[in-house]
């Protein structure tokens, strides 16, 4: 439902620069006056009632009166009264803003402490949340409202997103199957869209994978150089091929010949093994023999090791009794001292005697003092019944001290026991040391007996290594002979391993072919991926294009005087968002005045329709605009004029 918004009626009172201004507003309102004198002050009055900022969207502005030296004039009260009409119904909004002056006690003057606003819709007083909400009420949303009072608003105060976004609101976007219709070509592209997918992130997924098979792609020819520089090319490999089969016939001769004088070798071989198990059973002999030697050693280090053990056992014991000798000891100390406890509380407890109050032999009801026989006999039923008592508690403190002085004579017994017991191990642990520090010194002095000399077995082991090492030793021609052969072989297997290595390159150059072979076919199966995918980026581009020609006609159809301009082609064809006005082709930031707020009032008509609110459009600087386009709004226009007061004239509404 459609809603008129009229200013009927503007009344300041020390507001900014003026002290008292009354206005009555018509359909068109122009008010006159020198710059300096108020009239976008009157426009900031109205934004002030309304939402506590100025004309300019500031929310910090000095709303008091100032001096000529710029300071607040105190004292006084800024008042703003607004009269509005909402679809016929009149609402009388006014704000009063009052300095609080605060009197200290014993102080001569008042203090200032702030400012506080009042508010007041027709003359009720009202909080600031409900004044908001009512406001809210009457406006709408407040940028909305910002929209449709200020021409320049729109294009200068609002980001081109937002601008961009409140006029796609005002059309409407395009769905993707209304550009498909529109031009058919564009068909194809559904087949690449997952379902429900929305154009920009397909855009968005398919750069990314052009951008990575494109890195892919870049990175082959690099590959395939390196694997080209890998080969060896400077290799004959069938001339390496036969220099390998005369090496392998030339160490096989060699190794017939080495065959032949094995026979030879043979019996060394014999003799070097029997060699090796005389000096093995040697070595078996004298280990023997150096093992009888430490026996005594061993004896000695064996008595030792028991007499720490038997050293260990006794000591434990010691220690245990040593333990218990401390807590007998102090269970002796704790009993003691209770004995003499016991003996304290008897004689207290024996010396206790009875003493009778008076208070105990009145009436407690009538207070009267009980008969004299009665009394005697309660006296001597307390005496009896104080004698008794007396009696259990001294025997049972007697009983008590009985038990406890057994104890006491027990434990007393066991102590001594315990000493005696503990004075037994100390003088063996005595023993047993002294009689380790005799082995120390036998262990520490002791030297084996390693006399070979007079060992018949092992002198005749020494004769037969000795005369066998001899026989080896002597030179022999055959094993010349057969050193030579192995010697030239050894070389002629060196050369077949370099020749082996060489042919090596022969499988690994195949392989390196095999690779480049791959990579080319790599290479170009990326290629045809990239065209596949720049074939679906050039449709979304190409439905990007269409849509913005769809997008464009559809909302500069709404707009009389200005057009828009919602994407700029980029050099290399993309297509950038952005939310332009534009004046026969020149952009709004560009025009003159009079072209600023014809397109300004323009757009307000549009958006006034879209929101279906009719709000007074404030015109200043009106005198540089000579003739403005029509409008439903109301007009209120601030022109620049001689006049030092200003003047108001108005069409009745």
């Given at each position: 439902?459609?809603?008129?918004?009229?200013?009927?009626?503007?009344?300041?009172?020390?507001?900014?620069?003026?002290?008292?201004?009354?206005?009555?507003?018509?359909?068109?309102?122009?008010?006159?006056?020198?710059?300096?004198?108020?009239?976008?002050?009157?426009?900031?009055?109205?934004?002030?009632?309304?939402?506590?900022?100025?004309?300019?969207?500031?929310?910090?502005?000095?709303?008091?009166?100032?001096?000529?030296?710029?300071?607040?004039?105190?004292?006084?009260?800024?008042?703003?009264?607004?009269?509005?009409?909402?679809?016929?119904?009149?609402?009388?909004?006014?704000?009063?803003?009052?300095?609080?002056?605060v009197k200290k006690r014993g102080e001569v003057e008042s203090e200032l402490k702030g400012t506080e606003t009042s508010y007041y819709v027709d003359e009720a007083p009202f909080k600031q949340g409900e004044y908001k909400k009512m406001i809210q009420s009457i406006t709408?949303?407040?940028?909305?409202?910002?929209?449709?009072?200020?021409?320049?608003?729109?294009?200068?105060?609002?980001?081109?997103?937002?601008?961009?976004?409140?006029?796609?609101?005002?059309?409407?976007?395009?769905?993707?199957?209304?550009?498909?219709?529109?031009?058919?070509?564009?068909?194809?592209?559904?087949?690449?869209?997952?379902?429900?997918?929305?154009?920009?992130?397909?855009?968005?997924?398919?750069?990314?994978?052009?951008?990575?098979?494109?890195?892919?792609?870049?990175?082959?020819?690099?590959?395939?150089?390196?694997?080209?520089?890998?080969?060896?090319?400077?290799?004959?490999?069938?001339?390496?091929?036969?220099?390998?089969?005369?090496?392998?016939?030339?160490?096989?001769?060699?190794?017939?010949?080495?065959?032949?004088?094995?026979?030879?070798?043979?019996?060394?071989?014999?003799?070097?093994?029997?060699?090796?198990?005389?000096?093995?059973?040697?070595?078996?002999?004298?280990?023997?023999?150096?093992?009888?030697?430490?026996?005594?050693?061993?004896?000695?280090?064996?008595?030792?090791?028991?007499?720490?053990?038997?050293?260990?056992?006794?000591?434990?014991?010691?220690?245990?009794?040593?333990?218990?000798?401390?807590?007998?000891?102090?269970?002796?100390?704790?009993?003691?001292?209770?004995?003499a406890d016991l003996k304290k509380q008897w004689y207290e407890v024996n010396a206790k005697t009875l003493e009778f109050s008076k208070n105990e032999f009145i009436c407690p009801t009538c207070k009267r003092e009980f008969e004299a026989a009665d009394i005697e006999a309660k006296k001597q039923e307390m005496t009896e019944n104080f004698n008794q008592d007396k009696s259990n508690k001294l025997k049972k403190i007697n009983d008590e001290g009985q038990f406890k002085t057994n104890n006491l004579n027990t434990l007393k017994?066991?102590?001594?026991?315990?000493?005696?017991?503990?004075?037994?191990?100390?003088?063996?642990?005595?023993?047993?040391?002294?009689?380790?520090?005799?082995?120390?010194?036998?262990?520490?002095?002791?030297?084996?007996?390693?006399?070979?000399?007079?060992?018949?077995?092992?002198?005749?082991?020494?004769?037969?290594?000795?005369?066998?090492?001899?026989?080896?030793?002597?030179?022999?021609?055959?094993?010349?002979?057969?050193?030579?052969?192995?010697?030239?072989?050894?070389?002629?297997?060196?050369?077949?391993?370099?020749?082996?290595?060489?042919?090596?390159?022969?499988?690994?150059?195949?392989?390196?072919?095999?690779?480049?072979?791959?990579?080319?076919?790599?290479?170009?199966?990326?290629?045809?991926?990239?065209?596949?995918?720049?074939?679906?980026?050039?449709?979304?581009?190409?439905?990007?294009?269409?849509?913005?020609?769809?997008?464009?006609?559809?909302?500069?159809?709404?707009?009389?005087?200005?057009?828009?301009?919602?994407?700029?082609?980029?050099?290399?064809?993309?297509?950038?968002?952005?939310?332009?006005?534009?004046?026969?082709?020149?952009?709004?930031?560009?025009?003159?005045?009079?072209?600023?707020?014809?397109?300004?009032?323009?757009?307000?008509?549009?958006?006034?329709?879209?929101?279906?609110?009719?709000?007074?459009?404030?015109?200043?600087?009106?005198?540089?605009?000579?003739?403005?386009?029509?409008?439903?709004?109301?007009?209120?226009?601030?022109?620049?004029?001689?006049?030092?007061?200003?003047?108001?004239?108005?069409?009745?509404?």
């Amino acid at each position: 439902m459609s809603k008129t918004i009229i200013l009927k009626g503007l009344y300041l009172k020390n507001f900014k620069g003026i002290k008292e201004l009354d206005i009555d507003f018509g359909k068109v309102t122009n008010i006159f006056g020198d710059n300096g004198y108020g009239k976008t002050t009157v426009f900031d009055a109205f934004t002030w009632l309304l939402f506590d900022k100025d004309s300019q969207d500031r929310s910090k502005f000095d709303v008091q009166p100032l001096d000529g030296n710029n300071n607040v004039i105190h004292m006084l009260e800024t008042e703003v009264t607004g009269a509005i009409e909402i679809d016929g119904v009149k609402t009388i909004l006014k704000k009063v803003l009052k300095e609080k002056w605060v009197k200290k006690r014993g102080e001569v003057e008042s203090e200032l402490k702030g400012t506080e606003t009042s508010y007041y819709v027709d003359e009720a007083p009202f909080k600031q949340g409900e004044y908001k909400k009512m406001i809210q009420s009457i406006t709408g949303d407040e940028n909305i409202f910002k929209l449709l009072t200020n021409p320049l608003y729109f294009s200068l105060g609002l980001k081109w997103q937002d601008r961009r976004k409140i006029i796609f609101n005002l059309n409407g976007d395009v769905d993707i199957s209304d550009v498909i219709n529109y031009k058919s070509s564009l068909g194809e592209l559904q087949n690449y869209l997952n379902p429900n997918e929305d154009i920009e992130i397909f855009k968005k997924r398919i750069k990314a994978q052009i951008a990575k098979l494109k890195k892919d792609k870049e990175n082959i020819p690099a590959r395939v150089d390196e694997c080209s520089r890998s080969i060896r090319s400077d290799i004959d490999f069938e001339l390496q091929e036969t220099n390998k089969k005369n090496l392998t016939d030339n160490i096989k001769v060699l190794d017939e010949q080495i065959l032949d004088s094995s026979k030879v070798d043979d019996e060394i071989l014999e003799k070097r093994k029997k060699l090796y198990d005389l000096k093995a059973n040697l070595n078996s002999l004298e280990f023997k023999l150096n093992s009888k030697a430490q026996e005594p050693l061993k004896e000695l280090k064996q008595k030792k090791n028991k007499l720490e053990q038997n050293n260990h056992s006794i000591g434990l014991k010691a220690d245990r009794i040593k333990n218990e000798l401390k807590l007998n000891e102090d269970n002796i100390s704790i009993l003691e001292t209770s004995i003499a406890d016991l003996k304290k509380q008897w004689y207290e407890v024996n010396a206790k005697t009875l003493e009778f109050s008076k208070n105990e032999f009145i009436c407690p009801t009538c207070k009267r003092e009980f008969e004299a026989a009665d009394i005697e006999a309660k006296k001597q039923e307390m005496t009896e019944n104080f004698n008794q008592d007396k009696s259990n508690k001294l025997k049972k403190i007697n009983d008590e001290g009985q038990f406890k002085t057994n104890n006491l004579n027990t434990l007393k017994q066991e102590v001594e026991q315990l000493k005696n017991e503990y004075d037994t191990y100390l003088k063996q642990l005595f023993e047993l040391s002294e009689e380790k520090k005799v082995l120390d010194k036998q262990i520490l002095e002791f030297k084996p007996n390693f006399d070979f000399s007079n060992n018949q077995e092992y002198q005749e082991l020494k004769k037969e290594i000795a005369d066998l090492e001899a026989e080896l030793a002597k030179p022999s021609d055959t094993n010349s002979q057969v050193q030579e052969i192995r010697h030239k072989k050894s070389n002629l297997e060196i050369e077949l391993d370099g020749i082996n290595n060489l042919l090596s390159y022969k499988e690994q150059n195949k392989a390196l072919e095999d690779r480049k072979a791959e990579l080319m076919r790599e290479e170009k199966k990326l290629a045809q991926q990239i065209a596949a995918l720049e074939k679906q980026e050039y449709l979304t581009e190409e439905f990007t294009r269409t849509k913005v020609e769809l997008l464009e006609s559809g909302i500069n159809n709404r707009f009389k005087y200005v057009k828009f301009k919602l994407f700029e082609t980029q050099v290399n064809g993309a297509l950038n968002e952005t939310c332009e006005a534009l004046i026969d082709g020149v952009p709004f930031s560009n025009a003159n005045t009079a072209s600023q707020y014809n397109a300004g009032i323009d757009i307000i008509n549009a958006l006034s329709k879209f929101y279906e609110v009719q709000a007074p459009i404030f015109l200043d600087n009106r005198e540089s605009v000579s003739k403005i386009i029509p409008s439903n709004s109301q007009i209120v226009n601030l022109i620049v004029s001689d006049d030092k007061k200003l003047r108001v004239e108005s069409e009745e509404i």
